[in-house]
């Protein structure tokens, strides 16, 4: 009976971890275009790539929980720089995040740090022109576990992204990582306006036509 109970309690147990995981995140230092560092409140996002296994350029809009930055880039989790109170530094634990709840997303699945200087919890939007910054890493560095989706039911998988000018939780000089590496250098993509999308249309069907059209 003793051993029934316990083999009950262990599949439970497993039950109850399966296709859950969670992350310690630590960051240091994320900056705006300019390299300063980004304040409290800005935005940070932990991204997915589902299928494809790289990361898409932004494009502007909304970006909730769950949103898709592209086919198959995700929004996992949502977070600022508060817990830290540190700026450009990002420090904390995410709550358990379940795989089911994201179409495609398997252990093994890339992951990736977004960081939005413009951008907050509260107002989750960036505009064409906006910049912001990304980091992946599929080996691991400073610490670090590779930025990949680990197996279901592990707790507090730690994804750490140092850079040589960090001062509070970074090696310093010693980071893997150079100071660019945290500036927020990329611009969201304007959507393509509906001008270029006819002249776009029209070039596809002269050439599938194989004639001149000018």
């Not at 409290?40 to 909730?64: A, E, H, I, K, N």
């Not at 179409?103 to 093994?108: I, K």
Request: with cysteine.
């Amino acid at each position: 009976m003793r051993l029934l109970s316990a083999l009950t309690a262990l599949f439970l147990l497993t039950a109850s971890l399966q296709g859950s995981v969670s992350f310690y995140l630590n960051a240091d230092l994320l900056k705006d275009q300019n390299g300063n560092p980004i304040p409290d409140s800005s935005l940070v996002m932990l991204v997915v790539s589902t299928m494809d296994g790289t990361f898409s350029t932004m494009g502007p809009g909304y970006v909730p929980l769950g949103s898709y930055l592209s086919d198959d880039d995700v929004v996992v989790y949502l977070t600022d720089l508060s817990l830290s109170g540190i700026p450009g530094v990002l420090d904390g634990a995410t709550p358990e995040l379940l795989l089911e709840d994201v179409a495609g997303w398997d252990a093994g699945d890339p992951l990736a740090v977004y960081w939005l200087p413009g951008a907050t919890l509260a107002q989750p939007e960036i505009n064409a022109g906006d910049s912001y910054g990304m980091y992946t890493d599929s080996e691991g560095h400073d610490g670090s576990y590779p930025w990949v989706t680990p197996l279901d039911g592990t707790s507090g998988w730690q994804l750490m992204f140092y850079t040589q000018d960090g001062v509070d939780y970074s090696p310093g000089a010693e980071a893997f990582n150079p100071a660019e590496a945290g500036l927020a250098s990329l611009a969201a993509a304007p959507e393509p306006t509906r001008g270029l999308l006819f002249v776009l249309g029209a070039l596809m069907m002269c050439t599938r036509r194989r004639r001149r059209c000018f």
